[in-house]
């Protein structure tokens, strides 16, 4: 499991492996383009990005990568002209999506084929954890390809707050967590957990519902299977108030590398955010923090992923499945996530290499239960996620914190998309 630690995380350089072949019924005849749509555009995804275009350029000779990233944070512009572009009957060849239950309404409208054969001749199933290929399966289908995995149940700490606070050890549960967060505000730290708007306040939300529910529990709230209206769902809503009383006041005001400032400068102990956030402190060559699993969710790791499909009506097919299974490969794999700071979404990648972090997380994905992220589109639809966003930024900013009416609103939401 994750452990405290100081972490030495650091972006580690990307090693160029020798490439297998992908095969692609363009190979003799000329170049042929590729058009692969992210948001990948600066940091990390980019340097990440960089290294499967290299890979992919030595793995599928005759086609030539086109970068089509729009650049802004967790997609939010490339969203809007990627649907654009889908209702002009303009797709690019590729596109990344964050796999799960955000590719739902691009499958229910034909927008993406099937690609469970090319699951099987690329032997991909096998290499995938069965958890994981549940959560990406529509009516016994697969649409898309991981290229990595990213953990949201993670919370980041400053060590140096901690120990001038005498907090010497990562909280074993949620009400460990609250007596830690309410010493260092009698320590004189105004904002003991650091917070942004929108998304990063669902972020909190699912990791108190997690710990308070488990992990059958929690991803039933997205089949069905699990009430939003039960006792159990009323008491992780009332932990998420308390929580909130413990950060920033203009938390609304805020994404989430603001938020991380608060951390970095001392002026907050901890923030809840996914792993990407290792790699961010590495690039602001911030070294004294420590993370661990968010209290009370040991053995449960929440998952989101970056992926790719291949769309109907896309113009150079080929390319797209070669492209697909360079994403898919062990080597493709295992350059992204170096660059990426993310992990492989096979568990047949090697560690070496890899930070202190990296390996933690992989040996983790080895063993722990996933579930899946509304924040980050794996459990929940796009329409489903913004509804949820717009309700916690109103119950953030009211002056009384309603507690059965944000109940009753998300209950309602969720009754909209599945049957309770």
């Not at 990627?82 to 797709?91: E, F, S, T, V």
């Not at 549960?173 to 830690?180: G, T, W």
């Not at 699912?206 to 992990?215: F, H, K, N, Q």
């Not at 009370?296 to 499909?309: I, P």
């Given at each position: 499991?994750?452990s405290?630690r100081r972490?030495?995380a650091a972006?580690v350089?990307v090693?160029v492996l020798?490439?297998s072949?992908?095969?692609s019924?363009?190979?003799?005849?000329g170049s042929?383009k590729v058009e692969v749509?992210?948001?990948?555009?600066?940091?990390?995804?980019?340097a990440?990005?960089?290294?499967l275009?290299?890979?992919?350029g030595t793995?599928?000779?005759g086609?030539?990568?086109?970068?089509?990233?729009?650049a802004?944070?967790?997609?939010i512009?490339?969203?809007?002209v990627?649907?654009?572009?889908?209702?002009?009957?303009?797709?690019?060849?590729?596109?990344?999506?964050?796999a799960?239950?955000e590719?739902a309404?691009?499958?229910?409208?034909?927008?993406v084929q099937?690609l469970s054969?090319?699951y099987?001749s690329?032997?991909?199933?096998?290499a995938?954890?069965?958890?994981l290929?549940?959560?990406?399966?529509?009516?016994?289908k697969l649409?898309?390809?991981p290229a990595?995995?990213?953990r949201?149940?993670v919370?980041w700490?400053?060590?140096?707050?901690?120990?001038?606070?005498?907090?010497l050890?990562?909280p074993?549960?949620l009400?460990?967590?609250?007596?830690?967060?309410?010493?260092l505000r009698?320590?004189?730290?105004?904002?003991?957990?650091?917070?942004g708007?929108d998304?990063t306040?669902?972020m909190?939300?699912?990791?108190?519902l997690?710990?308070?529910l488990g992990?059958?529990r929690f991803?039933g709230l997205f089949?069905g299977?699990?009430s939003?209206?039960?006792k159990?769902?009323?008491?992780a809503?009332?932990d998420?108030v308390?929580?909130l009383a413990?950060s920033?006041a203009d938390?609304?005001?805020?994404?989430?590398?603001d938020?991380?400032?608060l951390?970095?400068d001392?002026?907050?102990?901890?923030?809840?955010?996914g792993d990407w956030?290792a790699a961010?402190?590495?690039?602001?060559?911030f070294q004294?923090?420590?993370?661990?699993?968010?209290?009370?969710t040991?053995?449960?790791f929440?998952w989101l992923?970056?992926?790719?499909?291949?769309?109907d009506?896309?113009g150079?097919?080929?390319?797209t499945?070669?492209?697909?299974?360079?994403?898919a490969?062990?080597?493709?794999?295992r350059?992204f996530?170096?660059a990426?700071?993310?992990?492989p979404a096979r568990t047949d990648?090697a560690?070496?290499?890899?930070s202190?972090?990296?390996?933690?997380a992989?040996?983790?994905?080895?063993?722990a239960?996933?579930v899946p992220?509304?924040?980050h589109g794996?459990?929940?639809?796009q329409?489903?996620?913004?509804?949820?966003?717009a309700?916690?930024?109103a119950?953030?900013?009211?002056?009384e914190k309603?507690?059965?009416?944000?109940?009753a609103?998300?209950?309602?939401?969720a009754?909209r998309?599945v049957?309770?």
């Amino acid at each position: 499991m994750l452990s405290t630690r100081r972490a030495l995380a650091a972006v580690v350089s990307v090693v160029v492996l020798a490439a297998s072949a992908c095969g692609s019924a363009d190979e003799d005849s000329g170049s042929a383009k590729v058009e692969v749509f992210t948001w990948w555009a600066e940091g990390g995804e980019k340097a990440g990005l960089d290294s499967l275009v290299s890979r992919f350029g030595t793995a599928c000779p005759g086609q030539e990568f086109e970068n089509g990233a729009v650049a802004g944070g967790a997609g939010i512009n490339a969203k809007q002209v990627l649907n654009a572009r889908i209702a002009q009957n303009d797709p690019p060849d590729t596109f990344q999506v964050h796999a799960g239950a955000e590719l739902a309404d691009y499958i229910a409208a034909g927008r993406v084929q099937d690609l469970s054969a090319d699951y099987d001749s690329w032997g991909l199933r096998a290499a995938l954890p069965q958890g994981l290929l549940d959560d990406l399966t529509v009516d016994g289908k697969l649409y898309s390809v991981p290229a990595n995995i990213h953990r949201a149940n993670v919370v980041w700490a400053n060590s140096q707050v901690l120990s001038d606070a005498g907090i010497l050890q990562a909280p074993k549960n949620l009400d460990a967590f609250l007596q830690d967060l309410a010493k260092l505000r009698r320590a004189g730290v105004e904002s003991p957990l650091a917070l942004g708007r929108d998304w990063t306040q669902l972020m909190l939300l699912e990791s108190v519902l997690i710990a308070d529910l488990g992990a059958k529990r929690f991803a039933g709230l997205f089949t069905g299977a699990t009430s939003w209206k039960s006792k159990a769902v009323r008491g992780a809503l009332n932990d998420y108030v308390q929580l909130l009383a413990y950060s920033n006041a203009d938390r609304d005001a805020l994404d989430w590398p603001d938020a991380e400032r608060l951390l970095i400068d001392g002026r907050a102990g901890y923030q809840v955010m996914g792993d990407w956030e290792a790699a961010d402190l590495a690039a602001k060559n911030f070294q004294a923090y420590e993370y661990f699993t968010f209290p009370g969710t040991e053995g449960v790791f929440q998952w989101l992923a970056d992926s790719f499909v291949l769309p109907d009506g896309a113009g150079n097919p080929d390319g797209t499945r070669c492209w697909l299974k360079t994403v898919a490969s062990v080597d493709g794999q295992r350059d992204f996530n170096l660059a990426k700071g993310s992990i492989p979404a096979r568990t047949d990648v090697a560690g070496d290499g890899f930070s202190a972090y990296q390996m933690d997380a992989m040996a983790d994905w080895k063993t722990a239960t996933p579930v899946p992220s509304c924040a980050h589109g794996s459990a929940c639809s796009q329409d489903w996620q913004n509804t949820v966003n717009a309700t916690l930024g109103a119950f953030s900013t009211a002056a009384e914190k309603d507690v059965p009416g944000l109940q009753a609103a998300l209950a309602a939401t969720a009754a909209r998309y599945v049957q309770q």
